[in-house]
T-cell receptor, first 111, second 112 residues
Framework: QKEVEQNSGPLSVPEGAIASLNCTYS??????FFWYRQYSGKSPELIMS????GDKEDGRFTAQLNKASQYVSLLIRDSQPSDSATYLC???????????FGAGTTVTVRA | EAGVAQSPRYKIIEKRQSVAFWCNPI?????LYWYQQILGQGPKLLIQ????????DSQLPKDRFSAERLKGVDSTLKIQPAKLEDSAVYLC??????????FGPGTRLTVT
C-alpha cells in the first residue's frame, strides 16, 4: 500500500507570492506523479504530471521530482486568488495500476 | 470534448436503503475508476475497470458495494444496504492511457 504524505495546511500566501507544496511517498518503485487542484465542492482537476527527475514547468506551475528522496513538489508562482484551492498529490507505482492520493494541502491566496 | 458525466449529483437516503450511481466516461477512454472521497481526505480507489473487465477492486467493500461496466462504456456503482459511514462524494474518473485521470463532477451521498 503506497502512502502519500503532504504538508499539512492550510497554507496562506499573499497575492503575487510563491506557494510551495510538498509531497513524500513511501513506494520507492513509484514512477508517475500528478498534482490535482480541487476547488471547494468540486471534483479534482489534473494540473501537472511528472515522470522524470527534475523540474517541469507549465505556465505559473512548476513540478519538481526527486525519486532518490521520494519527494515531489509543486510551486505556484505569482499566486492569484483564483489559485485558492486544495492541491492533491497523487502517485502511481509501476507494479500496479492504482493511483494513491495524499490528503491534500489547502492554499489560500490573500488579496 | 465532453467530460465525464455522473448522475445524480446529490442523493440523500436512510441507512439500510440502497442507492445507485451512474457514470459515462470520456469517449474512447478504456479505463474507468470509481473513488470515494470523504471530507478532508484524498480520493480512495474503490474499483478500476479496463474496458469491461475489473483490474482492481481490492478496496471495494464487496459485502455492500457492487459495480459493473457493461459494454465497456457506462458504469454503475451500487450500495446495498447503505451505512452512515458511506456518506461521501463518489467520483468517477476515466483515462485514455492509465496515467492521467479525468474526474466527473461527483455524486454527494448523505446517509441519515
Amino acid at each position: 500500500q503506497k502512502e502519500v504524505e503532504q504538508n499539512s495546511g492550510p497554507l496562506s500566501v499573499p497575492e503575487g507570492a510563491i506557494a510551495s507544496l510538498n509531497c513524500t511517498y513511501s513506494d520507492r518503485g513509484s514512477q508517475s506523479f500528478f498534482w490535482y487542484r480541487q476547488y471547494s465542492g468540486k471534483s479534482p482537476e489534473l494540473i501537472m504530471s511528472i515522470y522524470s527527475n527534475g523540474d517541469k514547468e507549465d505556465g505559473r506551475f512548476t513540478a519538481q521530482l526527486n525519486k532518490a528522496s521520494q519527494y515531489v513538489s509543486l510551486l505556484i508562482r505569482d499566486s492569484q486568488p483564483s489559485d485558492s484551492a486544495t492541491y492533491l498529490c497523487a502517485v502511481k507505482g509501476w507494479s500496479d495500476y492504482k493511483l494513491s492520493f495524499g490528503a491534500g494541502t489547502t492554499v489560500t491566496v490573500r488579496a | 470534448e465532453a467530460g465525464v458525466a455522473q448522475s445524480p449529483r446529490y442523493k440523500i437516503i436512510e441507512k439500510r436503503q440502497s442507492v445507485a450511481f451512474w457514470c459515462n466516461p470520456i469517449s474512447g477512454h478504456a479505463t474507468l475508476y470509481w473513488y470515494q472521497q470523504i471530507l478532508g481526505q484524498g480520493p480512495k480507489l474503490l474499483i478500476q475497470f479496463q474496458n469491461n473487465g475489473v483490474v482492481d477492486d481490492s478496496q471495494l467493500p464487496k459485502d455492500r458495494f457492487s459495480a459493473e461496466r457493461l459494454k465497456g462504456v457506462d458504469s454503475t456503482l451500487k450500495i446495498q444496504p447503505a451505512k452512515l459511514e458511506d456518506s461521501a462524494v463518489y467520483l468517477c474518473a476515466s483515462s485514455p492511457n492509465g496515467y492521467e485521470q479525468y474526474f466527473g463532477p461527483g455524486t454527494r451521498l448523505t446517509v441519515t
